[in-house]
Every structure is written in structure tokens, then in C-alpha cells.
């Protein structure tokens, strides 16, 4: 027998009693569906128990909201309910909540989170006619045996919109303690039942406890409670159930505080399968029109600008064809009269030519085409004067007048001229379309300058994106992303909110606009965002784990637990269906890309040589790997397309060096890059196991929008939910956010712990040699970033790991090593900061030509660097170009060049040469 006890009239609780259960041999599968019976048992007409439309149709294990719902507990699962013996109900009973039940259920449940359910062994005594049914000891009236309970959490009831839970819940030995302690229940339901009758009429007293239910009226608010019972039990449970009745007095009187009988639920590994489903749900949802009108309502699409069909562009045009339109005539009366063939091999004289002239505009004044043709200009005229000079309303005096008619006349004489050349022009150039950088390159701009700590420059980008195309969403998140970085919150609400009305099913906009009006403390407005957010995509898990966040701030755990819940449930399946594509690929015969071993020497090109790390870039605690022969991998890097025509100017000059380099770096690290060395091989990095949790996922979001308070509050998730310590990827996030606050301190001591859990972690590697290079130290940083490269999987931004690099290679005038390093950030991602390296690279190295293709780059990419035109300035003066030479100083003097050394350096070349300086 199976009872809980319910509110269902205010606080009165009422049991239900489950009873009759019946034991199935082991080896019987139960079949799916099967119909709910009613809680009947004297019927004999077939099919009567049965309820008319209720079937028990399971599902998946890891969809339940029990106990044994992880991947670990399907085999016992299985086991339980098809091979071994167990007990089943099927049944169903139900019952009316009225407003009050309703309250206090959800009052319980806040505050207990478990409801109990308790089970119990009823003995079946047959009654003999003339005879009593009762038990013949008196001792055993109220006596229950082998007393378990299974503790259901009923918190998922509390989730918005949630009407059902279905799990299986282990059973433990019933202790009045312990269930005071988890439910706050004193007394229970079947003891205590007990001792007012035998439990062998409990029918009785069960059908007084629920007469009151049958008589009451139901009112509107009232809510069913539906609830399907189904116990599972293993086989030792089963056959102790029989044999343990003889035993049960002694047990009890030699131990009275203690539940033997109960603990054997515990030893066989009993569990209860149940169902609870309401009508209605405690906790209502908004349902997604209600979120998408008051999303509508904070930010109204926003429609698009109608196009004018006139403007100042198309009245000049305008202008334009009337001008061609009339010069056409003019041309056509001249060929009436004096014919299209010109005398004297196409010589006209001067006096001749006045002739003509004077003929012409005495027939177009005298049969009325010229002032035909002023009437056809008068209005292109005029719409001239309205759109391009906007002037509407009368002249308050006579000198604004002439003023005026004197500047239109200017610019109309200049417009015609340009009509007129536009006509008769027999050549027709080629036009060159300026080359304009993508939005993508600009991106990189923007962030390669926010890397470097020039904020201002990277402003301009970000900013130049938007103008581009202010329709594209992703421009404006980047620039409310930059926004939040430089704490300004108000231009970043702008940014999410203008992404938002540009497309209001954006998720990535949804999230960011709950994002900043938590940090903004208008949690009102963030959680419909959120809301919207799952709403739009209930399979992200991204949006569930902010929804998390948001509720945790305002200390709603119920529902924070909820939000959780779904993200790792989401995460489980995710990574299910990868595992299961994964064996299925294996089972296709399809070898699965794994990677044993590594070289310390990518290799970029069959052409090209990289850049060979010393010995010193090896640490000692490194173990040599076996013997065995494993696959050298090498990696091809993807090309820039812009760099590839520059690339192969410059590359023999990379492999003229290419032996000269290898000697070099075999001397100083004694081959132990060889190839064949076994240091060379080591294993592959952790990097290609990230941390699999839903608040790592989020972190790496969270760290692209800059998003740090949500970052540290996900960064302490992430330490509590991992059994094993922290991760390799946790430690490299937190450096992350001590490298933005400058704290070097904090940042030193999380990379040193990421680089011992993972010590082949490139990622772990280049960040401690940017904290190197930030703090000054770059000796080391040299070691960390040659380290960096060498290994065959590329750190996160390799991008920056270059330009360091490079920047360190040139400072310690090791320039072939700089034009190399250089050279690989151009082919992977070029960039004004990538040729200007290979630029100064290449000056130092006395190849003037491929400096100034280098640096012409560089100028192409952004012609606001003074430095870029300072080295243009250098390139000049040597290879004698005394315009081009004054020209580059120039453009370095008006854009305030802040490099003293290079300064000097260009005013000594120019007094070596004589010419540079136009102030000389």
C-alpha cells in the first residue's frame, strides 16, 4: 500500500491511498501504453477499471524529474522494470484543490521541497463466514510492517507553466526524524491511521476521510490533481517481503528506534515510480505574444525611412540632363545649318567661327527655341536652388540677392561644363573604384586596437562599421559590446536596444538587452528580455543559464534551480547526440580524427619555413614519449587572400633565410627540434577537450560581449560545479579578467595554476606571454610565444601572439626572425600593424623594394599612422624620391608622429641626403 496526503479544502490535509498493487514475475515487460484503472477493485465487467482516454506512455529516462534519471542508473532502471520482480499499481486517483489547498500546497512546497509518500507491506486476511476479520492479536491492531518512504521533490510544480512531474524517487526506512526533517510532516500517514483501525479496513475509513469531496461544490479556481502511482522492485525486495513476517515482533522489540524492515528497501535498491499531474499550473506562464508585445512595447520596430525621390544629388542630375538635353538641340540646329562635314580638313578660322555663332543665335532667338530651352532649364533650376541651397522664402535685402545669384551662377557654369565634358568626351577612362576595407577587416582593426589599449582609434572603427550599414545587427552589437568595455552603459543600451528593433527575434540582442538592464538594475525590463529569449529559442542553453543568473540575483531559487535544470538538460542531450554521431561514425568504419602526437614546427607552406623555437622554450619536466613511430602532423594556415599577391615578392627572401635560420636554431637548442628527437613528439593538448558545463559556455559568450559582472557570478558556478577542481579554460577566463583590470598580481598566480593542470594548452602559454609583455618582461614573453606557435594547435588569437612576437624580434633587431613572424600574421589575418611589421622589417634588412610594397600596404589598410608614413618617408630618401620622400614627412608631421627615436632618425637620413625636409 502506497499513501500521501494532500490539501485539498485550505489546510486540511486528506490522504490517498494506493492499495492492491500486483506482483509481476520477472521477465515480463510492462507494454507502453497501457491503460490507468480506477482505484476500483469489485468490478467484474471487463474493461470497467479502465479510465476512458488515460494511458501510462513513459519516456525517456533522462526526461524525468526523479531521483534515477541520469545515464548511470538506465541499466539498473531496465533491469528493475522488465527482468526482476516488482509490484504495480496503474492506478489513478484524483482530487479538487480550492484556492486555499492551492496556496498552502505552493506555501509547502516552497518551504519543504519534499512531500513524502509513504509505502508499507498490508497483510491479505481472508474472513471465514460467522467468523471476524479482524487480526486475532490484539498486539498487531495498528501494527505496519516494513514502513518506507520516498521523499518526491515537488519544487518542479513551482516552475512557471509546469503541470506534470513523473520520476522514480528511492524508498528509505521511515524515521520520524528524518521525515520531520525534509517535509516537516509530524505524524504519518499510515501509522497513524493504523492505530485508529486495523489496516485491513483502511477501505472504510479512506472512503469516510474523502466523503467531503463528493459533497462539495467545485468552484472555477479549482485545480485537479491527478496522480498515477507505478513501484518498482527488485527481486530481493520481493522474496524478503514474504519471508520476514515471522521476524517482524522480534526485530522490532530488540531494536524499537530502529526501521530494520525499512532499511531492506534501501539494501535492495527500491524505488517508486510516480506520476502527479495538475489542471492547471501553480505558477502560470506568460505565454510568447505576451513577451513579444511588451518587448514591442520597450522598443517598437523601427520602420524604415521612406526614400525621397528628390533630393540635391538627383537635382543635380536633373540639371545634367537638361543641360545634355539642350546641348543636343543646339548641336542638331548647327548641323542643319552649316551642314555635319567641316571645310578645309576640319579647320575652322576664327572669323568664320564668329560667323556661324552670330547666324546661330539669331535663328534660335528668332524662332523662339532659345527661350524654349531657358523655360527647359528653369525648373531643373530651381529645384537646384530649393534642394542644394534650401532656399525657400525671399531675400531680406538686395546684397543677399546678388551675393547669392552670383554664387549660383558659379556652380551652375562649373555643373554645365561637367554635363557638357560628360557629352562630348570621346575617351572613356576606366574608372577605378576606390579600395574600401570590408567589415570584417575593420572588425579586426577595431579589436586589434581595443587589444592594444587604444580606445579611441578602436571607436573609429567600430563606429565606421555602423556607418557602413547601419541595418546589420552584428555591427551594432560589436560597438555595444566595446561600450560595455569602457563602462559606458547608456551608449550600450542604445547599441542592443537599436540591434533589437532592427530584427526583434534576435537572440543574441534579446540576451544583451537583459544583460545591461540588470546592470543597469532595471530587472523588470531584463527579465521579460530573458523570458523572451526562451521563449524564442527554448533550446538554447544560453539563454536558460542567463535566465539563471537574472534570478539569482533577485534570490529566487526555485526558479533559478529551474533555469538550470533545463540548460544542463539541454547540455546532456547536446552532448548525446554528439557521442552518438560520433559512435556512428566509428561504426561506418570511418576512423575518427584523433591526433597522438605533435611537432613542435608548424608548418605554414611547402615554400615557407616558420619560425624555429629554441631549447629554452622546452621545459625540463617534459617526458619523453615511447619510441614507436607516430604521424608527424603538420598544419596548413589559411590564407589572406589581399596577402598572398605581397607574399610571393617577399617569400624568396624568407627562404634565402631559411637555412641560415635553421642553423641558428640548431645550434642554440642542440637538435632537440629534430623531427626524429623524441622531445619533438609530446601529446596532444587538452585544448581539444574544453570544459563541457552550461556556465563555461556561457562564460565564453559572456567574455565576447564584455559582459564581466555576469563573468564572475558564472566563474563561481563554474568552481562549485566541478568535483575535480577547476579547469585549465577557468583559470585562463579569470586571468582574463585580472589582464582588463591591470591586476598582473592575480593574473600571474591563475596562469601559472592553468598551466600546471594543463601544461599543452597554447592558450595557457599565450597568455602568460601577454602578461609578460604587458609587464615588461620580454625575454620571457619571447620564450611563451615561440612555445606558443610551436605547438600544432593554434591558440585562441594567434593574431596578437604574432604581432608581439614580431614586435619583440624587432626591438632585439633580430629582423628576418620579425619579417617571418610578421608575414604569418599577414597571410592569417593582414592588418595595417602586420605590414607595417614586414615593412620595418624589411627597411632594417636594406630591401627597400619590398619595403615600400610592404608599407604601400600598410598605408592602404589605414593612412592615419604616422609611423607607416614615417617608414614610407625613410624608403624614399634612400631610393632618392625627393617628392614622395617630403610628401610621407609631411603626412608623419600632420599626424603628430610620437616616436622620438624614429624621428631623429628620419631628420639624420635627411641631412645625409639633402632633400626631405621642405622646410630646409
Not at 528493475?80 to 512546497?109: G, H
Not at 543568473?549 to 552532448?575: G, P, S, T, V, W
Request: net charge negative; hydrophobic share 35%.
Amino acid at each position: 500500500m502506497v499513501g500521501l496526503q494532500v490539501p485539498t479544502i485550505g489546510e486540511k490535509e486528506y490522504p490517498l491511498m494506493f492499495k492492491n498493487g500486483t506482483l509481476k514475475l520477472g521477465g515480463e515487460k510492462e507494454p507502453i501504453p497501457r491503460p490507468k484503472k480506477w482505484p476500483i477493485s469489485n468490478t467484474v465487467a471487463p474493461g470497467a477499471q479502465n479510465i476512458p482516454d488515460s494511458f501510462i506512455v513513459g519516456g525517456p529516462y533522462e526526461e524525468e524529474d526523479g531521483e534515477l534519471n541520469k545515464t548511470e542508473d538506465r541499466e539498473n532502471r531496465i533491469q528493475a522494470e522488465t527482468i526482476k520482480k516488482r509490484i504495480v499499481w496503474d492506478l489513478e486517483r484524483r482530487c479538487y484543490l480550492d484556492p486555499a489547498a492551492v496556496l498552502s500546497l505552493q506555501k509547502r512546497i516552497a518551504e519543504c521541497r519534499y512531500w513524502p509518500v509513504e509505502i508499507t507491506r498490508v497483510p491479505v486476511v481472508t474472513s471465514t463466514k460467522g467468523k471476524s476479520s479482524k487480526l486475532d492479536k490484539g498486539d498487531d491492531d495498528g501494527q505496519i510492517f516494513f514502513h518506507g518512504v520516498a521523499y518526491v521533490n515537488m519544487v518542479p510544480l513551482l516552475y512557471p507553466g509546469v503541470k506534470r512531474i513523473r520520476g522514480a524517487f528511492r524508498v528509505f526506512p521511515y524515521q520520524d526524524s528524518e521525515v520531520f526533517a525534509k517535509t516537516k510532516c509530524q505524524f504519518s500517514t499510515l501509522r497513524d491511521l493504523g492505530h485508529q483501525t486495523n489496516m485491513n479496513k483502511l477501505g472504510p475509513v479512506i472512503a469516510a476521510a474523502s466523503s467531503p469531496h463528493s459533497k462539495a461544490i467545485p468552484s472555477r479556481n479549482q485545480k485537479e490533481d491527478k496522480m498515477a502511482k507505478e513501484k518498482d522492485a527488485p527481486r530481493k525486495m520481493s522474496v524478503t517481503l514474504k519471508s520476514q513476517m515471522s521476524e517482524i515482533t522480534i526485530d522490532t522489540e530488540a531494536a524499537p528506534c530502529q526501521n530494520l524492515e525499512g532499511q531492506q528497501y534501501v539494501d535492495a535498491g527500491t524505488f517508486l515510480v510516480m506520476e502527479i499531474e495538475l489542471a492547471k499550473a501553480l505558477v502560470p506562464k506568460r505565454l510568447p505574444e505576451e513577451l513579444a508585445s511588451r518587448v514591442k512595447e520597450m522598443i517598437s520596430p523601427r520602420p524604415q525611412l521612406p526614400r525621397r525621390s528628390a533630393g540635391a544629388k538627383k537635382a543635380v542630375e536633373d540639371f545634367h540632363n537638361q543641360i545634355t538635353s539642350i546641348a543636343g538641340a543646339i548641336l542638331d540646329e548647327y548641323h542643319e545649318l552649316f551642314g555635319k562635314h567641316l571645310a578645309d580638313g576640319g579647320v575652322i578660322d576664327h572669323y568664320t567661327l564668329e560667323e556661324q555663332k552670330c547666324q546661330l543665335n539669331y535663328e534660335l532667338n528668332s524662332s523662339g527655341k532659345y527661350f524654349a530651352f531657358k523655360e527647359q532649364l528653369k525648373h531643373a533650376v530651381v529645384k537646384i536652388v530649393r534642394e542644394k541651397y534650401l532656399r525657400t522664402t525671399a531675400f531680406n535685402n538686395l546684397e543677399q540677392l546678388q551675393a547669392f545669384l552670383s554664387e549660383l551662377y558659379v556652380y551652375l557654369v562649373d555643373q554645365m561644363h561637367v554635363a557638357l565634358n560628360q557629352m562630348v568626351s570621346q575617351e572613356h577612362p576606366v574608372t577605378v573604384s576606390p579600395t574600401f576595407t570590408s567589415c570584417e577587416q575593420l572588425r579586426l582593426f577595431a579589436h586589434e586596437a581595443e587589444v592594444n589599449e587604444d580606445y579611441a582609434l578602436a571607436s573609429v572603427y567600430y563606429q565606421e562599421r555602423v556607418t557602413r550599414d547601419r541595418q546589420i545587427v552584428q555591427h551594432w552589437l560589436d560597438y555595444g559590446a566595446f561600450c560595455l568595455l569602457m563602462e559606458e552603459n547608456i551608449k550600450a543600451q542604445e547599441c542592443f536596444r537599436e540591434a533589437l528593433s532592427l530584427n526583434p527575434s534576435h537572440l543574441h540582442s534579446l540576451l544583451l538587452c537583459g544583460i545591461i538592464a540588470v546592470m543597469m538594475e532595471h530587472y523588470e525590463e531584463a527579465e521579460i528580455f530573458f523570458e523572451d529569449a526562451t521563449c524564442l529559442e527554448p533550446s538554447s542553453i544560453l539563454s536558460w543559464t542567463l535566465l539563471g543568473f537574472f534570478y539569482e540575483i533577485q534570490e529566487n531559487d526555485i526558479r533559478m534551480e529551474m533555469a538550470f535544470h533545463e540548460a544542463n538538460k539541454l547540455l546532456k542531450a547536446r552532448l548525446a547526440k554528439e557521442k552518438n554521431m560520433t559512435d556512428t561514425a566509428e561504426g561506418g568504419g570511418k576512423k575518427p580524427c584523433s591526433v597522438s602526437a605533435t611537432v613542435l614546427r608548424p608548418v605554414t607552406s611547402p615554400q615557407e619555413d616558420t619560425i624555429p623555437v629554441p631549447d629554452e622554450a622546452l621545459d625540463g619536466s617534459l617526458k619523453e614519449q615511447p619510441d614507436s613511430e607516430e604521424p608527424v602532423v603538420t598544419i596548413q594556415l589559411p590564407e589572406d587572400a589581399a596577402a598572398v599577391k605581397l607574399a610571393k615578392k617577399i617569400s624568396p627572401t624568407i627562404s634565402r633565410n631559411k637555412e641560415t635560420l635553421q642553423k641558428e636554431i640548431k645550434k642554440t637548442s642542440g637538435g632537440a627540434l629534430d623531427p626524429s628527437h623524441p622531445m619533438a613528439h609530446v601529446p596532444i593538448s587538452g585544448l581539444s577537450q574544453p570544459s563541457h558545463t552550461i556556465f563555461m559556455e556561457t562564460i565564453r559568450f559572456l567574455m565576447k560581449v564584455n559582459a564581466l559582472q555576469f563573468v564572475h557570478r558564472a566563474l563561481a558556478h563554474e568552481l562549485l560545479c566541478q568535483p575535480e577542481g577547476p579547469s585549465c579554460e577557468y583559470y585562463l577566463v579569470l586571468a582574463q579578467t585580472h589582464l582588463l583590470k591591470r591586476d598582473f598580481a592575480k593574473a600571474e598566480e591563475c596562469v601559472r595554476d592553468a598551466i600546471q593542470i594543463d601544461y599543452l594548452n597554447p592558450n595557457a602559454w599565450a597568455q602568460k606571454g601577454h602578461l609578460c609583455y604587458l609587464t615588461g618582461n620580454l625575454s620571457e614573453a619571447k620564450e611563451c610565444y615561440e612555445r606558443t606557435i610551436s605547438f600544432v594547435t593554434d591558440a585562441s588569437e594567434m593574431h596578437f601572439v604574432y604581432l608581439r612576437l614580431g614586435s619583440i624580434y624587432l626591438k632585439e633587431k633580430e629582423y628576418d626572425k620579425a619579417k617571418s613572424t610578421y608575414m604569418l600574421a599577414c597571410k592569417k589575418s593582414s592588418s595595417c600593424l602586420t605590414w607595417l611589421g614586414v615593412g620595418i622589417a624589411c627597411y632594417r634588412l636594406k630591401e627597400m623594394a619590398e619595403a615600400e610594397d610592404a608599407l604601400s600596404e600598410a598605408n592602404a589598410l589605414n593612412n592615419n599612422n604616422a609611423e607607416v608614413w614615417a617608414y614610407l618617408a625613410l624608403v624614399c630618401m634612400q631610393r632618392g624620391r625627393q617628392l614622395e620622400a617630403e610628401q610621407s614627412y609631411k603626412y608623419s608631421m600632420k599626424l603628430e608622429l610620437k616616436n622620438e627615436e624614429l624621428l631623429q632618425e628620419i631628420h639624420e637620413v635627411q641631412q645625409m641626403v639633402g632633400f626631405g625636409n621642405p622646410s630646409f
